[in-house]
C-alpha cells in the first residue's frame, strides 16, 4: 500500500515511474460512465505513458525487427468498470483477413493467479487472460451497425439489394486463455471484454472495456480499485505480414488501479 501511494503521489507531480520491474501504467479514477469512443475528449483524464516495443524472438515465428516502435496506453475506471485506450502510428489500415493479406491488431494480457507466467503466451499451469482486439472484427461490426442504420432509415428502398454475409461479432475483441505456444482457447460467452476502435491519419486508437467484476475468476483475470495488477502488451502490422508469432511486445509492466475516493464509498454506503 506504501508503495502504492508514492507511485500515486508521483503521477500527480507529473513524474513518469520507472521501476526495476519495468514501467507502472496508472488506471486513473473518474465518476460516472467511462468513455467508448477512441476519440471521447474523457480520455484526457488519464495522463498517457509511451511503451516501447522490441520484437518477439524468442520462439519461432519470430519478429526480430518490428515496424511498431512504441504504444501509448490511457486507462480509467469508475469503479466498476476499467477501460483502456492504446494508440500506435500506422500508416495503413489493414482491416481484412483473406489469403495473402493480413490483419492489424493489438492485445493485453494478464497472469491469472499471483504466480509469475511468460508474458508472450503464458506457460502449463500458469496462465493468461489475453484480450485480443482484431481490426477485421472491427470492420465486421462497423459494417453491420452501417447496414441497419441505413435499413432503419429506408436507404435501401428502390436499389437492388446485394447478398452480403457479415460475420456477427460480440465484440471486437476475443477473449482468450493462453497456456504456452500454441494453446490458445477462446472462451465460452465472448462479448465480456468490448472494443471499439478508429484509425485515423495513419494512427489506430483502439478502446478496451470491460466490467470489474467476475462471474469467472478462475479464467478471467482480475481486478478492483486499489489493486496492482500485471499487463503486457503485443501489436500486429498486417501492412508488414505481421501474424501468430510475429508481433512487437512490450513485456510484464505494473498497472495501477487508483482506489476509489473515500468520500465516493461514504455516499455509496450511506
Same mark, same amino acid.
Given at each position: 500500500?506504501?508503495?502504492?501511494?508514492?507511485?500515486?503521489?508521483?503521477?500527480?507531480?507529473?513524474?513518469?515511474?520507472?521501476?526495476?520491474?519495468?514501467?507502472?501504467? %496508472?488506471?486513473?479514477?473518474?465518476?460516472?460512465?467511462?468513455?467508448?469512443?477512441?476519440?471521447?475528449?474523457?480520455?484526457?483524464?488519464?495522463?498517457?505513458?509511451?511503451?516501447?516495443?522490441?520484437?518477439?524472438?524468442?520462439?519461432?515465428?519470430?519478429?526480430?525487427?518490428?515496424?511498431?516502435?512504441?504504444?501509448?496506453?490511457?486507462?480509467?475506471?469508475?469503479? &466498476?468498470?476499467?477501460?483502456?485506450?492504446?494508440?500506435?502510428?500506422?500508416?495503413?489500415?489493414?482491416?481484412?483477413?483473406?489469403?495473402?493479406?493480413?490483419?492489424?491488431?493489438?492485445?493485453?494480457?494478464?497472469?491469472?493467479?499471483?504466480?509469475?507466467?511468460?508474458?508472450?503466451?503464458?506457460?502449463?499451469?500458469?496462465?493468461?487472460?489475453?484480450?485480443?482486439?482484431?481490426?477485421?472484427?472491427?470492420?465486421?461490426?462497423? =459494417?453491420? &451497425?452501417?447496414?441497419?442504420?441505413? %435499413?432503419?432509415?429506408?436507404?435501401?428502398?428502390?436499389?437492388?439489394? %446485394?447478398?452480403?454475409?457479415?460475420?456477427?461479432?460480440?465484440?471486437?475483441?476475443?477473449?482468450?486463455?493462453?497456456?504456452?505456444?500454441?494453446?490458445?482457447?477462446? &472462451? =465460452?460467452?465472448?462479448?465480456?471484454?468490448?472494443?471499439?476502435?478508429?484509425?485515423?491519419?495513419? %494512427?489506430?486508437?483502439?478502446?478496451?472495456?470491460?466490467?470489474?467484476?467476475?462471474?469467472?475468476?478462475?479464467?478471467?483475470?482480475?481486478?478492483?480499485?486499489?489493486?496492482?495488477?500485471?499487463?503486457?502488451?503485443?501489436?500486429?502490422?498486417?501492412?508488414? &505480414?505481421?501474424?501468430?508469432?510475429?508481433?512487437?511486445?512490450?513485456?510484464?509492466?505494473?498497472?495501477?488501479?487508483?482506489?476509489?475516493?473515500?468520500? =465516493?464509498?461514504?455516499?455509496?454506503?450511506?
Amino acid at each position: 500500500m506504501i508503495l502504492l501511494l508514492l507511485v500515486i503521489g508521483s503521477y500527480g507531480l507529473g513524474v513518469q515511474v520507472v521501476s526495476s520491474q519495468g514501467l507502472f501504467i %496508472r488506471s486513473y479514477y473518474i465518476p460516472g460512465d467511462l468513455p467508448f469512443d477512441p476519440k471521447s475528449p474523457d480520455w484526457n483524464k488519464a495522463s498517457p505513458m509511451v511503451v516501447p516495443l522490441s520484437g518477439q524472438v524468442i520462439t519461432r515465428p519470430s519478429l526480430p525487427d518490428p515496424t511498431i516502435k512504441s504504444l501509448t496506453v490511457r486507462s480509467l475506471h469508475n469503479g &466498476k468498470e476499467l477501460a483502456f485506450l492504446l494508440e500506435w502510428q500506422d500508416p495503413t489500415k489493414n482491416d481484412r483477413l483473406t489469403p495473402g493479406t493480413f490483419r492489424d491488431g493489438v492485445a493485453i494480457s494478464f497472469p491469472l493467479g499471483d504466480a509469475p507466467a511468460f508474458f508472450c503466451m503464458g506457460q502449463l499451469d500458469h496462465y493468461l487472460n489475453i484480450w485480443h482486439w482484431k481490426a477485421d472484427w472491427q470492420t465486421d461490426i462497423d =459494417r453491420r &451497425k452501417a447496414k441497419e442504420e441505413e %435499413r432503419k432509415a429506408g436507404g435501401d428502398e428502390g436499389q437492388i439489394r %446485394r447478398f452480403e454475409v457479415i460475420p456477427r461479432r460480440a465484440s471486437s475483441v476475443e477473449d482468450l486463455l493462453g497456456g504456452g505456444f500454441s494453446t490458445l482457447t477462446s &472462451k =465460452r460467452g465472448q462479448g465480456t471484454v468490448q472494443g471499439n476502435a478508429v484509425w485515423e491519419q495513419g %494512427r489506430w486508437r483502439v478502446v478496451f472495456k470491460r466490467t470489474m467484476e467476475t462471474r469467472d475468476p478462475d479464467n478471467d483475470a482480475a481486478f478492483g480499485p486499489g489493486r496492482m495488477q500485471t499487463v503486457a502488451f503485443a501489436v500486429w502490422n498486417g501492412e508488414n &505480414k505481421e501474424r501468430n508469432g510475429q508481433k512487437a511486445v512490450a513485456p510484464w509492466l505494473q498497472l495501477i488501479i487508483d482506489p476509489v475516493p473515500s468520500e =465516493r464509498v461514504e455516499k455509496k454506503e450511506s
